[in-house]
């Protein structure tokens, strides 16, 4: 794959990603348990039903999300790309952390 085919790509994700509450909606589901609408409306907290049906249409148009018997689910590409985000946390962490001390006042 050329450099610019990465790049167009990359970009194609990101655009993906980027919508309001798509990461969080991925997230929810991260432990590979189904959930219904109502219990991932829970676990994103503060989505909308509406919001919600578009983020779930656009994440199951983008192979990244499936529904079964029993609600929705990462597919197993979504499940790659969770396994490739499971650092955020720690590096959130460690963020949150440089900027909290960004924001104290220096020592004399």
């Keep these: 794959m050329s450099s610019k085919d990465n790049h167009v790509a990359m970009s194609q994700l990101l655009a993906l990603l980027e919508a309001r509450y798509a990461i969080r909606v991925l997230w929810a589901l991260r432990d590979g348990h189904p959930q219904t609408f109502r219990l991932l409306q829970d676990s994103v907290g503060g989505i909308t039903p509406n919001t919600l049906n578009t983020r779930i249409k656009e994440l199951r148009e983008a192979g990244l999300l499936g529904h079964g ?40």
């Design 69 to 108: 018997h029993d609600g929705y689910c990462v597919t197993p590409i979504g499940a790659d790309l969770l396994k490739r985000l499971s650092d955020l946390p720690a590096f959130a962490v460690r963020w949150t952390a440089v900027q909290g001390r960004k924001k104290l006042p220096p020592t004399p």
